[in-house]
């Protein structure tokens, strides 16, 4: 696709091996960054669930207390990245540049290819071939 086609964020292998062995606190990002705050609030007050506030509740607690995935971590470089994509967005040449770059690079880019190589790399395993 080429660096310039695509907005890439969060946080690095090794900064995630780095937050994870600091002991990651999800919670101390959401006090530490309004736009996230506000971001969760709004999940919790009901907004996006007709009032209910109970709905989002699991997901809102799994985020703030344990957040397995860092998403709370990764909050500010894609909220950063939203705004570049935003500038891209309103500037029509370079977004249909970008747009018909990255369909025409897509053809490496399969399922098949994908699982054979994670099967491979990944995962060890060997395929199974079945006969219909």
Do not use: K
Not at 19 to 35: E, H, I, K, L, T
Not at 52 to 78: K, M, T
Request: with cysteine.
């Amino acid at each position: 696709m080429g660096a310039d086609n695509f907005f890439l964020f969060g946080l690095t292998a090794d900064e995630v091996a780095h937050v994870q062995a600091s002991g990651y606190r999800p919670r101390d990002f959401y006090n530490a960054d309004p736009v996230l705050r506000g971001a969760i609030d709004a999940i919790a007050s009901g907004l996006f669930s007709g009032g209910d506030r109970n709905l989002f509740r699991p997901l809102v607690d799994q985020l703030l207390e344990h957040d397995p995935f860092l998403v709370l971590a990764d909050f500010a470089s894609y909220y950063a990245a939203q705004a570049q994509v935003s500038r891209a967005f309103a500037d029509a040449d370079r977004w249909t540049r970008m747009s018909i770059l990255n369909v025409a690079r897509l053809g490496h880019f399969s399922s098949d290819r994908s699982i054979r190589e994670y099967c491979r790399d990944v995962w060890h395993v060997q395929s199974v071939h079945i006969t219909l």
